[in-house]
């Protein structure tokens, strides 16, 4: 159970094309999912937290305007590239977190590698 | 808020060797505490995690971590590694109240498993 399921696997985009994310939470219902990026050989660095039917909320640093965040229902948070630029080029990955906390813990997807050209 | 170090970035073992990633945390309340494997090209992995109880978690794979309050560090531990264990580990940390928290992460150790 709880598993997390994220698509495109990698996407190749043009500089200044926006890209999709999805995140998908197959078994589980997640009020909140969150979006990580990670450099190459780096840790994962928290971008926003996504909660269902309201407003993302924005780690420091992080352009809410450019990184665009739906969490239109209980199972599928999207990220949203926009004006995609070589620099935004990035392992993304997202996680969910189960409404039920019988068993208290993150579930990651497979992530999501951007390359822009 | 909270903060993870992990003390070494690359750790070199040969294969049947033991094998411990060391961990350490710094938050100013209680915490629970992750340990994660990357593979390449994929995401995260939950190997193990202390949320309370016995301080010497067991997780898959072999592995075991035993958080220690008065040290604030969770080192994870295999008596025997495999090939396949070559990977990248996370130590990861959350506060213990307030639901839906965030995870922090350390920076990653390369394991690296050879012949």
């Known amino acids: 159970g709880a598993v997390v399921s994220q698509h495109p696997s990698w996407v190749i985009c043009k500089s200044g094309t926006s890209v999709k994310i999805e995140c998908r939470s197959l078994d589980f219902q997640a009020t909140t999912m969150f979006w990580y990026r990670q450099f190459p050989k780096q840790s994962l660095m928290l971008m926003a937290t996504?909660?269902?039917?309201?407003?993302?909320?924005?780690e420091q640093g992080v352009e809410k305007d450019k990184f665009l965040i739906n969490h239109a229902s209980l199972t599928l948070s999207t990220l949203t590239v926009t004006s995609a630029h070589p620099e935004d080029s990035s392992f993304y990955i997202c996680s969910a977190f189960p409404l039920r906390l019988t068993n208290y813990g993150y579930t990651f997807g497979s992530g999501t590698r951007l390359t822009v050209v | 808020a909270q903060s993870v170090t992990q003390l070494d970035s690359q750790v070199p073992v040969f294969e049947e060797a033991p094998v411990e990633l060391r961990c350490n945390y710094s938050?100013?309340?209680?915490?629970?505490l992750f340990w994660y494997v990357q593979y390449p090209n994929q995401g995260l992995q939950l190997l193990l995690k202390?949320?309370?109880?016995?301080?010497l978690v067991k997780g898959i794979n072999g592995f075991e971590a035993e958080f220690n309050k008065s040290q604030t560090s969770f080192h994870l531990r295999k008596p025997s590694v495999h090939i396949s264990d070559t990977a990248e580990y996370f130590c990861?940390?959350?506060?213990?109240?307030?639901?839906?928290?965030?995870?922090?992460f350390g920076a990653g150790t390369r394991l690296a498993v050879h012949p």
């Open positions: 202390y949320l309370s109880g016995s301080t």
């Open positions: 938050s100013s309340v209680s915490v629970y």
């Open positions: 990861a940390v959350s506060p213990s109240t307030g639901g839906y928290n965030k995870l922090i």
């Open positions: 996504s909660n269902e039917g309201s407003k993302a909320t924005y």
